[in-house]
């Protein structure tokens, strides 16, 4: 019998230039600092989009 894994990481799109980037679920909390490596944009995550980060890994964990 096979465990089914959950996602350990979520992609997140900069909000700068757009690129798609995997980050681990465990870096991802409130007021976490998400660096782009394509713009080097750093990015203080809270508000609008830890929420919808929120959601995105409660779907990962609903499918798990």
Known sequence: MQ????KQSIPFSCPVC???TDYP???MV???????PFCKLNLKLH???WQDV???????RGKG
């Open 30 to 36: 409130e007021g976490a600092i998400i660096n782009c």
């Open 3 to 6: 465990v089914a894994m959950i």
């Open 54 to 60: 929120q959601r995105e890994i409660e779907k990962l």
């Open 25 to 27: 679920i465990k870096r």
């Open 47 to 49: 508000g609008h989009m």
């Open 18 to 20: 757009g690129h798609k």
